[in-house]
């Protein structure tokens, strides 16, 4: 069961795509001002396919392919430390993405992505080895550069998601979790409640 728990929390990131669809209400308002600005339609794509990528789980090489061309790197440093005499268990996660003029689709447009320097994830998941109830809180942050027809600009990560769960001694889709996320993601705010189903997407 254990051996399954940082698994959980790398995957978190796939709730940065639900969490800009509530965010972005429009799929495509006005135009954007610069040719270094994506409007929030672009990057809710831009997002949501970097996200689909990176998340794909056929990809399991540290440097996979991207479907246009150029390629993502996947360094995983995440681990799981028992402490048997006080019962506890931390999975601690430290994820980082880079993508290298990777170009793959987001919706009907085609992005090309350069880290500046990388996607990050850092993040703690501590509860009890007794079946308890655990904490999780993760950090995404970081920069890549994008290139969308003849513009070009960055998109820049700062989210915080802070997350429970009642029991880790049951099976993923008996658990339930509670959790928030905020700050900005590509220019987008970002501030609201995780509801149980998109923990659950995740594990």
């Known amino acids: 069961m254990f051996q399954r728990i940082p698994h959980v929390v790398p995957s978190c990131i796939a709730m940065t795509t639900l969490v800009l669809a509530q965010a972005a209400c429009d799929d ?32 399991n090489l540290t440097t996979p392919a991207c479907p246009g061309g150029g390629t ?31 170009v793959f689709p987001g919706g009907e447009l085609l992005f090309k992505v350069d880290g500046n320097p990388n996607i990050r994830q850092v993040g703690v998941l501590d509860g009890h080895l007794g079946g308890t109830a655990a904490d999780l809180k993760i950090k995404i942050t970081g920069t890549m550069d994008w290139e969308l027809h003849k513009r070009s600009g960055s998109c820049e990560a700062d989210l915080t998601i802070d997350g429970k769960v009642d029991d880790l001694s049951v099976p993923d889709e008996e658990r339930s979790w509670t959790g928030t996320v905020s700050g900005r993601m590509c220019g987008i705010a970002v501030s609201r409640k995780l509801v149980d189903s998109e923990f659950q997407l995740t594990s």
């Open 28 to 59: 495509d308002p006005t135009a954007p001002e610069d040719n270094n600005t994506l409007t929030e339609g672009e990057a809710l794509a831009l997002v949501n396919g970097f996200w689909s990528l990176a998340l794909d789980p056929q990809l």
């Open 72 to 102: 993502i790197s996947i360094v995983d440093k995440s681990k799981i430390e028992i402490d048997e005499a006080n019962q506890k268990i931390v999975a601690s996660v430290d994820v980082t993405l880079t993508p290298n003029a990777c």
